[in-house]
């Protein structure tokens, strides 16, 4: 998780209940069809209402929104933890999904839930403390569970979640240990329930279309990668800044970021990290975690990546893949709006930078109503559970290094850690 969220109002340029009351209007609209609200057909291209093109063929093309699933046909999800990231992005995401809608809330701060469950038109009787979270077994609206809570709380509300029979979508990073992420999988395998990890950025559009771009070589041989993902922490008491909460500092919050757009951009494992953390002695903030963590990773093919993690130096989100014919970067990368790419490549005598334009979509929106889809088919999600067991992997390797002063080998996984492409379901 990250402590970067906006707050609603300024996102949205007006109050929840206002941005609730449009969001629900629009999506009315969006589903008038009397047919269509009473069928149980999932929506799909011969749904989609599109308009005539009144622009000249020199212009980019208008496209409805659209077409989105009835509101009661939609997966309902209980939010787990109601702190900022779930108040300033999960929530106001929702009323941009076209799949998946907020059903109940899970908060130690009942008159905060009440507040939230009022402005989002829950019932009141969907709201759960973390004592009787177990009772949301009984709640058939509930088909997924969203677990926003403190990294090293993830563990024991994924169990308890799955023991409940309902499907789980957890925050990076998975949990703080190896034995955790183990139990995770497992005990939503015995379930028979679904476990997927929120890795937002697999899930943006220039992200996704760097993969599309490796994948059709237009890189050449990938050489390698070089990142950075740093922000300024203050408030010394925050749960982020205490080991046993967070299970470590910036390297798995958003050090994490840099690690996995590694792993799915080049679409290979390290076989060995060498990293350095740095701890301050005389700053407060990092009495129990580091502030800053550099890696070196390795891959079999000769690629390599290089990243910084920080939580003392302002905010800087980068990524740069180079390779043997052109190289693109992000900048920023791992943010919530506004990343932008540029691709270089040498063509007929010129160095060429092409700067594309893609169409911003709400990560969190996406990465929800991929799950949902998958919920809906029954397919794996494209970020399971194996995916944050081998970043928890690797994290521990780095933290090793970072110890010992010596590099560390790390196993290959044994089973794909990633399912079907999202643009694929």
Same mark, same amino acid.
């Given at each position: 998780m990250s402590d970067n969220e906006f707050p609603v109002t300024k996102f949205f340029g007006t109050d929840r209940r206002g941005f609730l009351r449009a969001a629900t209007g629009a999506m009315a609209a969006a589903v008038a069809v009397p047919a269509f609200a009473q069928s149980s057909v999932k929506p799909n291209e011969q749904d989609d209402v599109q308009l005539s093109q009144i622009h000249a063929s020199t212009e980019e093309p208008e496209k409805i929104p659209g *077409?989105?699933?009835?509101?009661?046909?939609?997966?309902?999800?209980?939010?787990v933890g109601l702190g900022r990231l779930a108040l300033g992005q999960i929530l106001p995401a929702m009323g941009k999904s076209k799949y998946s809608k907020p059903v109940a809330l899970v908060s130690g701060d009942r008159e905060k839930a009440m507040k939230i469950a009022a402005q989002y038109g829950i019932k009141q009787s969907a709201i759960y403390n973390y004592s009787t979270y177990d009772q949301i077994a009984q709640n058939p609206e509930v088909k997924v569970i969203y677990i926003v809570l403190p990294n090293s709380m993830h563990a024991e509300f994924v169990l308890r979640g799955a023991k409940a029979g309902k499907h789980i979508l957890c925050e990076k990073p998975m949990a703080t240990s190896v034995k955790e992420c183990e139990r995770m999988i497992a005990a939503c395998n015995a379930a028979n329930v679904k476990l997927m990890i929120a890795y937002r950025s697999q899930y943006e559009p220039y992200d996704m279309a760097m993969v599309k771009m490796i994948r059709e070589g237009k890189f050449g041989k990938l050489k390698q990668f070089i990142s950075t993902n740093s922000q300024n922490q203050g408030d010394p008491t925050q749960w982020r800044l205490k @080991? $046993?909460?967070?299970?470590g500092g910036c390297m798995p919050d958003v050090g994490v970021y840099c690690l996995n757009a590694a792993r799915f951009l080049s679409d290979e494992e390290p076989y060995e990290v060498f990293a350095t953390t740095v701890q301050p002695k005389d700053d407060p903030r990092f009495a129990e975690v580091e502030a800053s963590c550099q890696v070196i990773a390795k891959f079999p093919s000769g690629f390599t990546a290089v990243f910084n993690s920080a939580y003392d130096a302002h905010k800087s989100q980068f990524l740069r893949v180079e390779g043997t014919e052109a190289y693109a970067e992000l900048n920023p990368a791992f943010a919530y709006h506004g990343i932008k790419m540029k691709f270089? @490549?040498?063509?007929?005598?010129?160095?060429?930078?092409?700067?594309p334009a893609l169409e911003e979509k709400d990560q969190f929106a996406a990465?929800?109503?991929?799950? $949902?889809?998958?919920?809906? @088919?029954?397919? @794996? *999600?494209?970020? *399971?559970?194996?995916?944050?067991?081998?970043?928890? =992997?690797?994290?521990?390797?780095?933290?090793? $290094?970072? =110890? $010992?002063?010596? *590099?560390v080998k790390v196993s290959a996984p044994s089973t794909a850690t990633r399912g079907p492409n999202p643009a694929e379901i």
């Open positions: *077409p989105m699933e009835a509101e009661d046909q939609r997966t309902g999800y209980a939010i @080991k $046993s909460l967070a299970g270089t @490549k040498f063509d007929q005598g010129m160095e060429i930078a092409h700067e990465e929800m109503d991929h799950f $949902s889809l998958c919920v809906q @088919k029954d397919l @794996k *999600p494209h970020t *399971p559970g194996e995916e944050g067991l081998q970043d928890q =992997r690797i994290t521990d390797a780095i933290y090793e $290094s970072a =110890r $010992s002063g010596k *590099p």
